[in-house]
């Protein structure tokens, strides 16, 4: 019997489930972590695995040796992997998605198989309401509710979410596609559209729009043969849909010129903001549509006698609306179309303003760069000031620093100064907010650093007061400048990721815009936190923001505009954010929050 032949995405998920059940079982962390990134590595790969491995350059591709390289062929030759059914006879495979409940994980999750055989959400919800959750250990009554609302937020997003793709995973994809796109003769221009032009964090469909004037059928032929592509779903003249290896949906659309202003208008939307597009129209004697602005008489009705408005940009359209052209990330009813029709729109963010990173991770804890080399990448990028903020020492986990190691590191980086006189090092910590709202180091020690970043990593779960306590108080400290990922929020291509913790955000921003401390967008498109609609709280209520890249490994250094796409979303102006400033007005603005910044101008 001939095996299913595995996608991508579906090979990614058995080694995904690996770590899983690894990591549910207890076992080391970097084993656990090496079948996480192999499955990272092999549900962005554009090509097929199959076309790799038949080329025997499985083992050239990031986090993939001989040993994961074999199970990959075994996979893609049987399958199955002998290794998982093996896990599977220990553990069951349900008990991942037990683990990913909020007040779960890894530990609790085995503690209920272990001692009560629970191994699917709905008997683990069974056991919360029956009350037999609190007999075991460090289990109570307050655990079982807390249990019931995670297993019901899990089921939320489960709907929320499914079948869509993380912005940092289809951004990517579709980039390439517009660029072969764009590559052939008959293709005049083209565009990303819909939500992935207004830059939300996760993607349903993939719509690209190009225009050409010409015979469409070989922009057609070339788009569905593409090395990205897993199987046509629809081909035709003017539009065509695949999927890719990575399971995203692709929908490709062929424009007349003439016509490429309302449709890349129309097809990027969003939905509410075309709806409001289309009631202004109608106000001024027009039906809006993707093809035009055509004529209509009083009782809405297309005239005979007009000829219909054709534009070949957008911001004619607009115009001819009497609005000011609308950045595509704000586009969605919240107060754009006022703001473009009184000239109230915000000159918004640009990555090309960002001269800064303050958030970042180097060997001597979880990152994979060396001092030098970090400071080397940076240079090379044109940033003129970086923060180097490894963990504290209570993410052991992460190679947290231990005093001895955080003083030692800031000898280093004082040494390092010298050599890269056009660049301010600043030397930080990403310190942990405690799960009783300390800090992870004493306020001795925080005051000789020359940034500081305080993060929840732990007891996510906590009540709303406690959780908001935490952050408050940290946000109160005098020696924390930033709150990293307040939310601490992580989007994932194989679950529902982790939703934000339960704060109180009112209650975080009165006390942000109190002490002038600012707030991170952090600009991984795993976590993309603070949202948007944070950020724009934040930032009218004074707060400074802070966008970084909390770059562990060298690809991650050019992450930064993920975070400028959210802050633009946040309608987030440059003069708002720590990392647009010049260094010697952020140094000021350290000196100032008591900063001794030593050896710096």
């Known amino acids: 019997m001939t095996p299913e032949r595995l996608s991508n995405r579906e090979v990614a998920a058995h080694f995904a489930n690996v770590a899983d059940l690894l990591e549910i079982r207890g076992d080391h962390i970097h084993r656990v972590l090496s079948y996480r990134r192999a499955a990272e590595t092999i549900r962005e790969l554009p090509r097929d695995l199959r076309a790799i491995a038949e080329e025997e350059g499985l083992t050239s591709l990031p986090h993939i040796g001989k040993t994961l390289a074999a199970k990959i062929e075994e996979l893609l030759h049987t399958g199955q992997l002998e290794f998982l059914e093996r896990l599977t006879t220990e553990l069951p495979l349900s008990l991942v998605e037990v683990k990913r409940i909020n007040g779960v994980g890894p530990k609790k999750a085995a503690l209920f198989w272990e001692q009560l055989q629970i191994a699917t959400v709905n008997e683990l919800a069974a056991a919360a309401r029956d009350g037999r959750l609190r007999q075991l250990p460090r289990m109570g009554a307050k655990s079982e509710t807390q249990i019931l609302a995670g297993i019901e937020a899990l089921a939320k997003q489960g709907?929320?979410?499914?079948?869509?793709?993380?912005?940092?995973?289809?951004?990517?994809?579709?980039?390439?596609?517009?660029?072969?796109?764009?590559?052939?003769?008959?293709?005049?221009?083209?565009?990303?559209?819909?939500?992935?032009?207004?830059?939300?964090?996760?993607?349903?469909?993939?719509?690209?729009?190009?225009?050409?004037?010409?015979?469409?059928?070989?922009?057609?032929?070339?788009?569905?043969?593409?090395?990205?592509?897993?199987?046509?779903?629809?081909?035709?003249?003017?539009?065509?849909?695949?999927?890719?290896?990575?399971?995203?949906?692709?929908?490709?659309?062929?424009?007349?010129?003439?016509?490429?202003?309302?449709?890349?208008?129309?097809?990027?939307?969003?939905?509410?903001?075309?709806?409001?597009?289309?009631?202004?129209?109608?106000?001024?004697?027009?039906?809006?549509?993707?093809?035009?602005?055509?004529?209509?008489?009083?009782?809405?009705?297309?005239?005979?006698?007009?000829?219909?408005?054709?534009?070949?940009?957008?911001?004619?359209?607009?115009?001819?609306?009497?609005?000011?052209?609308?950045?595509?990330?704000?586009?969605?009813?919240?107060?754009?179309?006022?703001?473009?029709?009184?000239?109230?729109?915000?000159?918004?963010?640009?990555?090309?303003?960002?001269?800064?990173?303050?958030?970042?991770?180097?060997?001597?804890?979880?990152?994979?760069?060396?001092?030098?080399?970090?400071?080397?990448?940076?240079?090379?990028?044109?940033?003129?000031?970086?923060?180097?903020?490894?963990?504290?020492?209570?993410?052991?986990?992460?190679?947290?620093?231990?005093?001895?190691?955080?003083?030692?590191?800031?000898?280093?980086?004082?040494?390092?100064?010298?050599?890269?006189?056009?660049?301010?090092?600043?030397?930080?910590?990403?310190?942990?907010?405690?799960?009783?709202?300390?800090?992870?180091?004493?306020?001795?020690?925080?005051?000789?650093?020359?940034?500081?970043?305080?993060?929840?990593?732990?007891?996510?779960?906590?009540?709303?007061?406690?959780?908001?306590?935490?952050?408050?108080?940290?946000?109160?400290?005098?020696?924390?400048?930033?709150?990293?990922?307040?939310?601490?929020?992580?989007?994932?291509?194989?679950?529902?990721?982790r939703p934000p913790v339960d704060a109180d955000m009112d209650a975080v921003f009165n006390a942000a815009a109190a002490s002038g401390i600012a707030l991170e967008i952090n600009a991984n498109p795993i976590r993309l936190d603070l949202e948007a609609r944070y950020a724009r709280r934040a930032q009218e209520l004074g707060i400074p923001l802070s966008i970084n890249t909390d770059t562990h490994r060298p690809e991650q250094l050019h992450l930064m505009h993920f975070g400028v796409r959210t802050a633009r979303r946040g309608w987030v102006s440059p003069e708002n954010v720590l990392n647009c400033w010049p260094t010697e007005q952020l140094l000021a603005w350290l000196r100032g929050r008591g900063r001794l910044l030593e050896g710096l101008l």
């Not at 190009?210 to 043969?225: G, K, L, N, R, T």
């Not at 800090?439 to 779960?461: C, N, T, W």
């Open 159 to 497: 709907g929320e979410r499914a079948g869509r793709l993380p912005l940092g995973s289809a951004l990517p994809a579709a980039q390439a596609i517009l660029a072969a796109m764009l590559a052939l003769p008959q293709v005049l221009r083209g565009e990303l559209a819909g939500s992935l032009r207004r830059a939300r964090p996760t993607i349903g469909d993939v719509d690209i729009l190009v225009a050409s004037a010409e015979d469409s059928a070989p922009i057609m032929s070339h788009f569905v043969q593409l090395p990205r592509v897993a199987r046509i779903l629809g081909q035709g003249p003017t539009k065509s849909a695949v999927e890719l290896h990575n399971g995203a949906r692709v929908d490709l659309l062929v424009i007349p010129p003439e016509r490429w202003g309302t449709a890349l208008c129309y097809f990027t939307g969003s939905k509410e903001h075309n709806i409001r597009l289309r009631n202004l129209a109608l106000r001024q004697g027009y039906s809006l549509n993707e093809h035009a602005l055509s004529p209509v008489d009083a009782d809405g009705q297309l005239r005979d006698d007009a000829s219909p408005l054709l534009f070949s940009t957008e911001e004619a359209l607009y115009q001819q609306l009497g609005l000011a052209w609308i950045p595509a990330e704000i586009r969605e009813d919240s107060g754009e179309i006022e703001a473009a029709a009184s000239g109230k729109l915000p000159q918004l963010i640009q990555l090309s303003d960002i001269q800064s990173d303050l958030h970042l991770h180097t060997d001597w804890s979880d990152g994979t760069m060396p001092l030098r080399e970090l400071a080397d990448q940076a240079r090379g990028l044109g940033l003129r000031c970086i923060a180097i903020t490894d963990h504290s020492r209570s993410r052991a986990v992460a190679g947290g620093l231990s005093i001895e190691r955080l003083l030692e590191q800031r000898n280093a980086v004082q040494q390092l100064r010298a050599d890269f006189p056009d660049l301010t090092i600043l030397q930080g910590n990403e310190v942990d907010i405690l799960a009783d709202g300390q800090l992870d180091y004493p306020d001795e020690i925080l005051s000789q650093l020359d940034f500081v970043i305080a993060s929840l990593h732990s007891a996510l779960r906590q009540e709303r007061s406690v959780v908001t306590a935490r952050l408050v108080r940290a946000i109160r400290h005098p020696f924390v400048d930033c709150i990293g990922h307040p939310l601490a929020q992580q989007f994932a291509e194989d679950g529902p990721g």
